[in-house]
């Protein structure tokens, strides 16, 4: 994908992007025909011969509004051949404006309306490059070279198309990290901001994954490349901004199937208008023509073009620069109108890794014991590679174990012999004496959704443990922010539902659907969306993907499977709710200023068109304001690139 291809122009006045004049967006062709314009206007008004300045007028008509009047006529030309009926281009009104007023002999007019149109056309193409300045960067960001380790130790520089899975990589300080792999050896901070928006470079050591694009600290690691290049994150950034330049959103698709109607509209009323003042309004036939030009660049459709794709562009730069991308500018307008959002639990509203939330001893145990028992949990859990004993460990990680000898029993649990007795750590049901105390420890814990592990001997149980996959505080504040804004709240989770409905009490969310099969979760996302129109689904795993293309807009957290992202409409890079809460902000605030330059660019066509009526408008003072009013629209457009 090139450059040019992400250098996608909402232009003000031209909005058929397939065509490729040699202006070339604004290009050293056009600047310098414009500047040369420039001079000969200059020149005009000091000329006393009224055929020498007119002709210079003339030469500014034509060397400042070549590429007006070329993509004017050109473009006509080939939309209309292309679909087979008259499909004018919007330039095509400011041309048969400046040509009107050459006919009347308004050479300094016709001069001054293009000079200022075409100018404000530069400024308006520069303002909205600006809007793609974080997309269009990425393309900087993909590393292009790699010190690839061969197998006697020594190190080659190599593309990174030439990379494999399995190759070892050297990376030193200030490296940029050529793919995704996973650290070998060797300890380092690395600023990930480039792909999770995190601000903070986050340690990395042996076992950690790494991502292509990001920029190595101070340390040097050896890494093993775990994908393909085409495969890493980074290309799939580029490959979701690729397809976010041709989707655009319903009001700007809506405008863009309305241009050419609105043009052919016009290019009618046009000599119609001329009729009315000639023979009704008593104007004259100057005077009729003179307004009649100016009806023109009154109700050309610049500012109403331009009220969308700048504004969405910058929306869609301001989220990719905090790590929220997002494949086009519909999905992101359809969150404006959100109602309802389903969430995956495991990843998504929780860490994805059991924690030990509770240790509670039996009323009979003295303290004196508690910390000898600990141990023993720690040096039996330490033999077992189950995730139950993962955090566990974890947990007590200051606690050195005991060298036992540990038997893993299916159906039981583990065994271990220590001091002449024999502990036990299992499942409730694996034990036959039980407490009062521990039992109601267990109901208690059990209610809150948390998996309830025991330590004892045979004939009695000593303590528990109470392990739960605890919800991210991030997803605490998102919950609340979508509750304040009346969005109905979902958890769809393949837990036992009273696990799921105690992680949805603690998160506050207004419903829990538990025990649901992968297969149906696309259904229960169907369903939602019969209450509530505008349906979002948010997830990270393989089975969350039926569900991510059957909602309205669909987002995988960034850290899920590479299916979940290739399917969803929008990536949070980095697994924080809170992202997906600021994203909606952003939609919201992006839904009020369209509509904001929409009425700003209507309210000055209607303006223009009365003065120009009643007799208080001239071309200059039209062309002014009505180029002033497309201004004020990108610019209004561009706020969206500040934090909302």
Aim: with cysteine; hydrophobic share 45%.
């Amino acid at each position: 994908m090139s450059e040019h291809s992400l250098n996608h122009r909402a232009s003000s006045c031209s909005h058929n992007h397939d065509h490729d004049h040699d202006h070339a967006h604004g290009g050293n062709k056009a600047a310098v025909l414009y500047f040369a314009g420039l001079a000969a206007f200059l020149a005009a008004l000091f000329v006393s011969s009224d055929l020498w300045s007119a002709v210079l007028f003339i030469l500014t008509l034509v060397l400042s509004g070549y590429h007006i009047i070329i993509e004017g006529f050109s473009d006509t030309y080939q939309q209309t051949r292309a679909k087979r009926k008259f499909t004018p281009n919007v330039h095509i009104l400011m041309t048969l404006a400046a040509i009107g007023a050459v006919v009347i002999g308004e050479y300094r007019e016709s001069a001054l309306l293009i000079l200022i149109f075409a100018g404000a056309h530069f400024l308006e193409e520069y303002a909205e490059k600006k809007s793609n300045k974080e997309i269009t960067s990425l393309l900087k960001l993909n590393p292009t070279t790699a010190r690839r380790i061969k197998s006697d130790g020594e190190v080659e520089t190599v593309e990174v198309s030439e990379l494999r899975i399995g190759d070892r990589l050297s990376i030193l300080n200030g490296d940029q990290i050529p793919t995704d792999g996973v650290v070998l050896s060797g300890t380092s901070s690395v600023d990930q901001s480039s792909i999770t928006g995190e601000s903070m470079p986050i340690e990395k050591r042996e076992g950690d994954e790494l991502f292509g694009s990001t920029i190595n600290g101070v340390g040097t690691m050896t890494m093993e490349v775990t994908k393909d290049s085409a495969d890493t994150v980074i290309s799939k950034i580029i490959q979701l901004v690729s397809q976010t330049q041709n989707n655009v959103s319903r009001t700007a698709a809506f405008i863009k199937r309305l241009e050419p109607v609105y043009v052919k509209v016009v290019l009618l009323l046009t000599p119609l208008f001329f009729l009315l003042g000639y023979y009704v309004l008593q104007w004259g036939a100057y005077g009729s023509l003179y307004r009649t030009m100016v009806f023109l660049i009154a109700t050309s459709p610049c500012a109403l073009a331009a009220t969308d794709i700048p504004a969405t562009l910058s929306s869609i730069s301001n989220l990719a620069k905090r790590g929220v991308l997002f494949k086009g500018g519909s999905y992101l307008s359809n969150l404006a109108d959100l109602k309802a959002v389903a969430f995956d639990k495991t990843g998504t509203l929780t860490t994805g890794k059991p924690v030990v939330t509770d240790t509670f001893f039996a009323d009979e145990v003295p303290v004196a014991e508690q910390e000898a028992f600990i141990r023993l949990i720690v040096s039996m859990e330490s033999k077992s590679n189950h995730p139950l004993a993962q955090a566990i460990l974890i947990r007590y990680e200051d606690v050195k174990p005991l060298d036992l000898e540990v038997e893993n029993v299916i159906g039981v649990g583990l065994l271990a012999e220590s001091d002449g007795a024999v502990y036990k750590i299992g499942k409730p049901t694996s034990y036959v004496t039980i407490s009062d105390s521990i039992q109601q420890q267990t109901i208690r814990y059990e209610e809150e959704g948390k998996t309830v592990v025991y330590f004892g001997t045979d004939d009695r149980v000593l303590a528990l443990l109470a392990i739960q996959d605890v919800p991210k505080e991030t997803s605490l504040e998102a919950i609340r922010y979508l509750k304040d804004q009346g969005i109905h709240t979902m958890m769809i989770t393949g837990d036992a539902k009273r696990t799921g409905e105690a992680i949805g009490r603690n998160l506050g969310i207004d419903e829990v659907r538990g025990n649901v099969m992968p297969d149906e979760k696309a259904s229960i996302i169907n369903e939602l969306k019969k209450t509530y129109p505008v349906t979002a689904m948010v997830g990270d795993g393989v089975n969350d993907a039926p569900a991510l293309v059957a909602a309205d807009v669909g987002i995988a957290m960034g850290e899920g499977t590479d299916i979940a992202i290739d399917v969803a409409d929008a990536v949070l890079m980095k697994n924080d709710l809170t992202k997906f809460s600021y994203t909606l902000q952003v939609a919201k605030k992006l839904r009020r200023l369209v509509v904001q330059n929409i009425v700003v660019a209507l309210a000055v066509v209607l303006f223009l068109v009365i003065a120009n009526i009643t007799g208080n408008m001239n071309m200059t003072g039209a062309v002014i304001i009505h180029e002033g009013s497309t201004l004020a629209v990108i610019l209004n457009g561009l706020r969206m690139l500040k934090k909302v």
